[in-house]
């Protein structure tokens, strides 16, 4: 290069040697076709205060099969899921209830995974009330799959989106030519909720604080190899027409997703 040279001529050259120029953002696509994962969930919830506060505890633990049905326009995938194993437990007031989960395995869940997350539902198979009173597995692809960052992130570069979403590179694991990728997710929020049927027809509405914590390991071309995260839900029934006092409740989650090898 002569002296004098514009500095442009420099950038790809430096992103070659750093290896950013062949950075991609994490997508959902072909890789998702037949991918198996082992999930597990624990739920503890408190409703109310004091000696007369209900205690709930929710767990399950599955092997999860991911189907392509199709990609559509922008890189959205649409998919077919299922339970290929999967046990559920519910224990309350020193009763443990551990319905029959057969009815489910096998059932099919099936919607539109958007390249950078966020799914939408088309169908979800039968629940049986046993199930529904352990877990809403009607929703359970809802919010399984983490989101992903908007564009390629160097390991300490943060992107946040417009609802409150913050994606953030950490170093990888196993450095070198095929190296494993980390994000740290972080997400928070207030909402108004409905809190169930208080008398007939008539329904109460109170407000929800959440906030959620996650790292998901990443590994170009494979795919989602883990997503572990971890939420917390607030929420308050304020005094007022049927409700004679106010109900307190927090409702805390661990979710962990790990990638199967194939044919386990």
Known sequence: MTRGAPAAAL??????????????????????????????????????QGEGAL????AREGVLVLRRLGEMPGGAQRLEAW????????????TTLAPDTDGLVGGRWRGTLGAAGGWSREAAPFIPDELAEVHDFAALLDDLLPPLPGRALAPGERWDDRRGTRITRLPDSLPGADPVERYRIERSGRRVAPAGPAADTLRVRGSEEWSERGTVAWRAGAGLLAWTREEEVRGMVPKG???RVPVASVVARRTTLRRLPPGR
Request: hydrophobic letters at 50%; charged letters at 20%; aromatic letters at 8%.
């Open 11 to 48: 950038v790809p050259l430096l992103a070659a040697a750093t290896g950013l120029g062949a950075q991609e953002a994490p997508r959902y696509g072909a890789w998702l076709d037949g991918a198996r994962f082992a999930e597990e969930a624990r739920v503890a919830a408190v409703v109310g």
């Open 55 to 58: 205690r709930v505890e929710l």
């Open 83 to 94: 339970y290929d194993s999967l046990a559920a437990v519910r224990s309350a007031e020193g």
């Open 241 to 243: 027409g049927p409700v």
